[in-house]
């Protein structure tokens, strides 16, 4: 296992690209993180995270990453004006991904708000994540943190600081036009 201090290193995006799964900082908080795009990565993230039937969010740099992944262009434009930024929006997804949604047939999706992650996710593409804690413990604030909870299971970690001053993001579904806030977090959303 080894740990990064800098989320720009060029080893990073190559360990995610190989399949593996880390711990990020986020524009949020801390989050466990593989490539979208490999399902066994994704599949590992989900047995780490002790999470069986509720799937994670999607954060890439662009709209055309979202759309290359599989997600309809369509629902993608209505959620883009939230971002970039802490909002996550959860769109209706088809069955070719599955193994992202776990039978859901929706995902959290969004564009953060920090150039370090961005240019991180430019060149891996669209990532999976789930906040860095256990299912129903406090989520991790600090790289400490993170590690108490997933020890030598992840293959790397990147320490972003205490992120204690960040909050969750904000989640939300948009049907038929109408903004359903499903959790108030970093960004205010009037539903």
């Known amino acids: ?31 466990l993180m593989c490539v979208a795009s490999n399902p066994d990565a994704v599949k590992r993230l989900y047995e780490l ?53 776990l039978g859901h047939n929706s995902l959290a999706v969004r564009i953060p708000d920090n150039l370090d992650l961005l240019s991180l996710l430019s060149k891996t593409g669209v990532l999976q994540t789930s906040s860095a804690n256990l299912t129903g413990q406090p989520v991790a604030t600090t790289i400490t943190d993170t590690q108490n909870y997933f020890g030598d299971n992840v293959d790397f970690y990147v320490d972003g600081g205490d992120l204690s001053s960040r909050q969750a993001t904000t989640v939300l579904r948009i049907n038929n036009g109408q903004v359903e806030v499903l959790r108030q977090g970093a960004q205010q959303v009037v539903s």
């Open 1 to 31: 296992m080894k740990l990064f201090t800098d989320i720009s290193d060029p080893e990073i995006i190559e360990r995610l690209q190989n399949g593996e799964v880390g711990v990020l900082p986020s524009d949020s908080v801390y989050g």
């Open 49 to 101: 995270k002790q999470r069986e039937n509720k799937p994670g969010t999607l954060i890439g740099a662009s709209i055309e990453q979202f759309v290359t992944l599989g997600l309809d262009p369509e629902y993608i434009e209505a959620a883009k004006k939230y971002w970039p930024g802490p909002v996550s929006v959860v769109i209706p997804c088809d069955t070719r991904l599955d193994y992202l949604h």
